[in-house]
Structures are given as structure tokens and as C-alpha cells.
């Protein structure tokens, strides 16, 4: 029997701490209570499909970046104009994303992180998909170098939170090979990081105030392929507004590759800044 051919995701289930505050806030983005026992438990159905979400009282929130939600409306903007009428604050105003997608952001009361997006057939279809029956076509289409350009465009990316946008430093697995090393040896002692130990400390700076306006990008590169690793010399360039003064940096970062079942991934980075 094929059990994966018959899989759905149509059911998920959040923390909360009170469920009083909970249900409200969700009842105004538009979900339809169906269950109610509370102090403990909750259950919605979304305004579209059959899809349930669920809220459960728990004495203590997940650490590090929490979850992420997210839920497709087809009229992404009208929705959250709505959304807004009942005193709901947004992180982010709905805005068109590199990945294709157009996302708002905001909070539910225990901080779980909610994106409302439209994707439209980019959704399931995106142009960098992947698809087992035609991967060698794509391949023959997508050049080697062509795939690290976009890995590197894509880690570049991750921490811009400029114009008010919220970077998307959580998607760094999505492009690091699970133990993958990040290692900063700008200062006497080389700093050498794992994927959670880079990610939660610049979390909190590009989200906190700390940090804004922040962006960084390659001036230069020269990538070098040697059958299944990769390596690529770059120069960078960043600038930024560090506690409400403006700053300008730049440096050099050596970035190794893998590839892993015709797929590129970051194994490692190496940086130094300069002056």
C-alpha cells in the first residue's frame, strides 16, 4: 500500500497560553470556531476548503523563532483591509516577495508568527521547482553555476529588512545542508557558528530596532566547480542604520558547496570584514 498517496495536511495545532485571548484574535481574521473547551482546547475551520487549525493551552511558549503559520487569501490586500477594521496590527503591509509570493505579517497574541499570502499557481509551481519525471531536462536548462548564483542570491537575501520587510533568516536550512558551518573571522578569534547559533542572535537584532534598513550584497565572485563540491570567492558590500546611526561595511566571504542528488547546497561560509 502507498500510504504517502493518500496523505493530507488539512489539521494543525498551536500553543497558546490563554486561550481567552486566542480565540478572539482568531475568530477576527475570519476562522470559523467549531470546537470550544475552553480553558484548554479550541477548534476553527478556515472560510476555505476543509482545512481545521486548532489552539491548545500549554504552560509554556516554544524558544528560538517560534511557528510559523501561513494562510493563502486570494484577495490578499482586501482581507487584510478587513482584518485591520477590527484593530488588528500588522508587521508587515502586504508586499510582493523574491519568492513570488505576496505576504502580510502579524503576531497572534502568544507571538506565533502569522503570514496571510497570495501565491497563486507560484505556490505549487514556483519556476525553480523541482519535479522528479523531468529533474534531468531541468538540469540540462539550469547550469551548475547557474544554481549556486541563485543559492547565493537567496542567502544574500536572508537578513534584508529594508522598506519595513521582515528578512527570512529561518529559510537558511532550506539552503544549508543540515550541519553546515557559518564562520566569521573578522575579529582575532574566529567565530564559528552552527545554523541555530547564526540564525537566533541576527533573528533578534533584525527584528528588535536594533538593527534596520539592513541590506548586503555581492560585488564580486569567481565560483570554481570540481564535479560534486563547489567553491566561490566573493566580495560584499552592506549597508545599514546600527542604534538609529547609519553604517557602511564591506568584506569577503568564501563560500563551499555540495551537491547533493543534482542539488546545490551551502556547506559552509567564511567571512571577513574589512577596515
Not at 497560553?17 to 475570519?30: A, C, H
Not at 547550469?143 to 543559492?151: A, F, G, L
Not at 537575501?157 to 550541519?179: A, R, V, Y
Not at 542604520?241 to 564591506?250: P, S
Request: glycine letters at 8%; charged letters at 25%; a negative charge.
Amino acid at each position: 500500500m502507498n500510504i504517502g498517496s493518500s496523505m493530507n495536511l488539512n489539521q494543525i495545532t498551536i500553543p497558546s497560553l490563554d486561550l481567552t485571548k486566542s480565540v478572539p484574535f482568531y475568530e477576527k481574521l475570519g476562522l470559523k470556531l467549531i470546537v470550544e473547551a475552553l480553558p484548554h482546547y479550541a477548534r476553527f475551520v478556515c472560510p476555505d476548503g476543509n482545512s481545521t487549525f486548532s489552539i491548545h493551552k500549554t504552560e509554556t511558549l516554544p524558544s528560538g523563532d517560534g511557528i510559523y503559520v501561513y494562510f493563502e487569501c486570494e484577495n490578499l490586500d482586501e482581507e487584510v483591509a478587513r482584518i485591520k477594521e477590527h484593530g488588528v496590527i500588522f508587521d508587515l503591509e502586504p508586499a510582493d516577495q523574491s519568492w513570488l509570493w505576496r505576504e502580510a505579517r502579524l503576531k497572534d497574541p502568544d507571538g506565533n508568527q502569522l503570514i496571510l499570502f497570495y501565491g497563486g499557481e507560484n505556490r505549487l509551481n514556483p519556476p525553480w521547482r523541482i519535479n522528479k519525471m523531468d529533474q534531468d531536462l531541468e538540469n540540462r536548462q539550469q547550469s551548475d553555476e547557474q544554481q549556486i548564483d541563485n543559492i547565493v542570491a537567496q542567502f544574500f537575501d536572508l537578513f534584508t529588512n529594508t522598506d519595513g520587510s521582515i528578512p527570512q533568516i529561518h529559510q537558511i536550512k532550506e539552503i544549508f545542508l543540515p550541519n553546515g558551518l557559518l564562520i566569521n573571522n573578522t575579529g582575532d578569534e574566529p567565530e564559528v557558528f552552527d545554523l541555530e547559533g547564526f540564525v537566533r542572535p541576527r533573528q533578534a537584532i533584525l527584528t528588535n530596532g536594533t538593527l534596520t534598513d539592513f541590506k548586503e550584497w555581492e560585488t564580486s565572485c569567481q565560483t570554481t566547480i570540481h564535479g560534486n563540491i563547489a567553491h566561490r570567492a566573493s566580495s560584499y558590500e552592506k549597508s545599514g542604520i546600527m542604534n538609529g546611526k547609519a553604517y557602511t561595511g564591506k568584506g569577503k566571504k568564501l563560500m563551499q558547496f555540495v551537491r547533493v542528488k543534482n542539488r546545490w547546497f551551502l556547506s559552509s561560509v567564511l567571512w571577513s570584514d574589512e577596515g
